[in-house]
């Protein structure tokens, strides 16, 4: 895996179910430390897809890499690299959590004691991993998956809406491990949620899908922008005089109206923002301060779905 350190690589996959296309050419990779987003309308693919890279379907056409092994070809090998949640975990309710996970270890080859204690402790399940499954919660059931998940010395973690029956605390938990397991263990994720700000909180990088297609691919900390536009927060105690005199400003656009201030987008390449403020403070507008706002995911979402849609 050092070329490149490439942990995922997804080529060229298409997925029918009869005669209706469910995957359509899908390409993309995650690299070794990266949490990878994975987002898109009900019914886009994500599951499929989650699946398929981890080999319970087959795919009609393309291949997937998993730390330099052919899924189809080395299917074994490929396999031992990745821990998966996906859909609701199966687990014995009889057994408890911990004799669940030592029943799953045993079938795996060099799983140790330590490993087991190592995955539980990663879980945030305590006390109760030695309480039976049967009284478990959705969101304990769910801890317990991503512990069996974890079992093994793996290089990919995937996980399809993991917090699911997570309450709050959980879903702030289950990112804190997540980190926690990228720092310590250098794991790569890739995690599907219809929860855009749990995405936004966590991930390195978003894969947008859209009717089994994906439609773009972003990296978090890239803040695309068309000929240098931002997007500036202006803090006044006078909102509405505000906005009448940034409508008077030539190339600059008022984008929002708030209780505290105004939004305007500025082509900074023929603009300065500190003529804006020396416009608003020259009017009688006292500007407490400015800030860039920088476009949240949810906006990115309708954006580019609705840029899919207009294809």
């Given amino acids: ?5 490439l942990v995922l690589d997804v080529k060229n996959i298409s997925k029918k179910r009869g005669k209706t296309p469910i995957l359509k050419d899908v390409n993309f990779s995650i690299r070794k430390g990266e949490i990878c987003g994975f987002v898109g309308r009900n019914g886009a693919g994500k599951t499929t897809l989650m699946k398929i890279i981890t080999s319970m ?26 821990g998966a949640v996906v859909e609701t ?42 309480e039976k499954v049967k009284k478990y919660s959705l969101g304990m059931k769910q801890r317990l998956g991503l512990a069996q998940a974890l079992i093994g010395d793996i290089s990919l973690l995937i996980l399809d809406e993991p917090t699911n029956g997570l309450d709050p605390l959980g879903v702030v938990e289950l990112e804190n491990t997540i980190n926690t397991l990228v720092k310590e263990k250098g794991v790569s994720v890739f995690i599907s949620s219809h929860i855009l700000s ?4 966590i991930c390195t990088k978003v894969v947008f ?25 202006i803090k006044t105690d006078l909102p509405e005089k ?11 656009e008022l984008s929002k109206v708030e209780k505290n201030g105004v939004s305007v ?4 390449d023929i603009y300065d923002i500190t003529k804006i ?12 301060g400015f800030s860039e706002v920088k476009e949240k995911l949810e906006d990115k979402f309708i954006k580019i779905m609705g840029d899919n849609n207009n294809d």
Avoid: W
């Fill in 277 to 288: 403020l020396v416009t608003l403070h020259n009017e009688g507008v006292n500007v407490e």
């Fill in 1 to 5: 895996m050092a070329k490149s350190e």
């Fill in 198 to 201: 749990e995405i936004e909180n």
């Fill in 89 to 130: 975990p199966e687990m014995y309710g009889y057994l408890t959590g911990r004799q669940n996970l030592n029943y799953m270890a045993s079938m795996l080859k060099d799983v140790t004691k330590d490993d087991i204690e190592e995955a539980i402790r990663y879980s945030n399940l305590g006390d109760k991993i030695d």
């Fill in 265 to 268: 987008l500025v082509n900074t």
């Fill in 242 to 252: 505000a906005a009448e005199s940034v409508k008077s400003i030539p190339n600059i």
């Fill in 57 to 82: 379907l087959f795919p009609d056409e393309g291949k997937i890499i998993i730390c330099g092994k052919n899924l189809k070809t080395e299917r074994e090998e490929a396999l031992k690299n990745i």
């Fill in 209 to 233: 899908i859209d009717n089994g297609k994906i439609v773009n691919i972003q990296k978090m900390d890239e803040e695309p922008q068309v000929n240098n536009i931002k997007n500036i927060f």
